[in-house]
Nanobody, 117 residues
Framework: QVQFVESGGGFVQPGGSLRLSCAASGSIGSIYVMGWYRQAPGKPRELVATITRGGTTNYAFPVKGRFSISRDNANNTVYLQMNSLKPEDTAVYYC???????????WGQGLQVTVSS
């Protein structure tokens, strides 16, 4: 079994900050990639950021310079620090993990992030 504990979503005004957290546990093995994806109403799910076990990061263009992804390998936890938030960032944010030598990804339940004045 694989379990996720996600936290940090909420309501924030434009220009504000939020920090998302996702901890994976269970029979998941060593995790290669951890990341965050988001889905806004009426739009497809899109990549936000990923990070490998070795610390290599990748960011979608709309969040570059504003968001920062990090992870704690000992606790299988990934974080997303979101600064200078914009209304366009409003979406449900999903945690994603991919173990080594795994064909499938595992997904969290999602966190609502709303950016509005």
């Amino acid at each position: 079994q694989v379990q996720f504990v996600e936290s940090g979503g909420g309501f924030v005004q434009p220009g504000g900050s939020l920090r998302l957290s996702c901890a994976a546990s269970g029979s998941i093995g060593s995790i290669y990639v951890m990341g965050w994806y988001r889905q806004a109403p009426g739009k497809p799910r899109e990549l936000v950021a990923t990070i490998t076990r070795g610390g290599t990061t990748n960011y979608a263009f709309p969040v570059k310079g504003r968001f920062s992804i990090s992870r704690d390998n000992a606790n299988n936890t990934v974080y997303l620090q979101m600064n200078s938030l914009k209304p366009e960032d409003t979406a449900v944010y999903y945690c994603n993990v991919r173990p080594y030598y795994s064909r499938e990804d595992y997904w969290g339940q999602g966190l609502q992030v709303t950016v509005s004045s």
